[in-house]
């Protein structure tokens, strides 16, 4: 993975965990991310129509993928405003953030026929991760039960991860067929530019399909118009930039893996957010998890 990757990922990392936190505060439903979505499609327009040909240029395949993509993204946001209504950040986000990272790696793995393995360091990295993720809600060391995990914010949190590793995966396959098929004639960040708008529409659509069809979110609407309105809009203008950086990060990194894991980096600064600016309680089994996220990361960098 190239210094230009990574440092994409780091800018992108501390804006994820930002926007994580505001949407924590403003009490997000899916009727906020519905405003966020708008107005990320909003900021993208003026590229959309300066480069309309290249819209209507883009393979079929491409835009079904698209549509599926979009549907991933909604799930993401939707549970992990229910994760965070049930939860705390500084368990909610590590684990909606982490899990991604296991399950693309077995993911790629298997696809690929055992080609885009992981190196030993950063397979090792993964492994702290996940043990760290597992350590995040336990009250004391001893306190591993299962039991701990059955509630809804981790139930919510796990459903915003299989969200976050679908459309990981299905954005790495995507691009690269763009990049294949405007590889002689358009500028890549551009491209990426282009594929982030039509994605977010695509969220959007699913978003205000799902609020439209439950009662409990068209009132979150209305509220959200009243009271969270430009917290929302905020989010939206996060969510582009830092998806923007990491699309562009995947162009220069050889496997999707190294991306979605050091990008969990995002995981130590949104968790430590919650628990200065929201006073959320730091137990040692927190700590301790954290840290190995810590570790674990750097590992994944190293090994790459």
């Known amino acids: 993975m190239t210094a230009t990757a990574i440092l994409l990922i780091i800018c992108s990392a501390i804006i994820h965990a930002l926007w994580n936190l505001l949407c924590k505060k403003s009490n997000s439903t899916a009727a906020f991310f519905l ?3 708008c107005t990320s499609c909003i900021i993208l327009l003026p590229f959309i129509a300066y480069s309309f040909r290249l819209v209507i240029s883009i393979p079929l395949q491409v835009w079904i993928l698209l549509a599926i993509t979009g549907l991933f993204q909604s799930l993401y946001y939707s549970a992990l405003a229910k994760a965070y209504k049930h939860g705390e950040i500084s368990v909610a986000y590590p684990v909606a953030r982490t899990l991604p990272v296991v399950l693309v790696a077995l993911i790629v793995y298997v696809i690929s026929g055992g080609r885009e393995a992981l190196s030993h360091e950063s397979m090792f990295g993964v492994l702290l991760i996940a043990f760290g993720c597992i350590m ?7 306190d591993f039960r299962f039991k701990n995990y059955l509630n809804i914010s981790c139930l919510f949190s796990v459903l915003a991860a299989v969200g976050t ?29 282009m594929y982030i708008f039509i994605e977010t529409l695509f969220t959007f659509i699913w978003l ?8 409990e979110e068209r009132a979150s609407l ?10 929302a809009i905020i989010t939206g203008v996060g969510i582009t930039l830092s998806y923007s950086m990491i699309l562009m990060a995947m162009t220069f990194a050889a496997n999707v893996s190294y991306v979605v894991a050091f990008r969990q980096m995002g995981i130590f600064i949104g968790a430590l957010l919650g628990i200065i600016f929201l006073r959320e309680a730091i137990k040692l089994p927190k700590a301790l998890g954290l840290c190995l996220l810590l570790i674990g990361l750097l590992l994944i960098a190293l090994g790459t």
Not at 208 to 215: E, H, L, Q, S
Not at 222 to 231: D, F, G, I, N
Request: glycine share 6%; hydrophobic share 40%; proline share 2%.
């Open 222 to 231: 209305k509220a959200v118009c009243k009271e969270s309105k430009l917290s």
């Open 136 to 142: 995040l809600p336990m009250q004391h060391l001893r």
């Open 35 to 37: 405003i966020a979505s």
């Open 208 to 215: 205000g399909m799902f609020v439209r069809g439950n009662r």
């Open 165 to 193: 590793t679908g459309y990981s995966i299905i954005d790495d396959y995507s691009m690269e067929l763009l990049k294949i098929h405007f590889s002689k004639t358009e500028n890549i960040a551009f491209v990426s530019l």
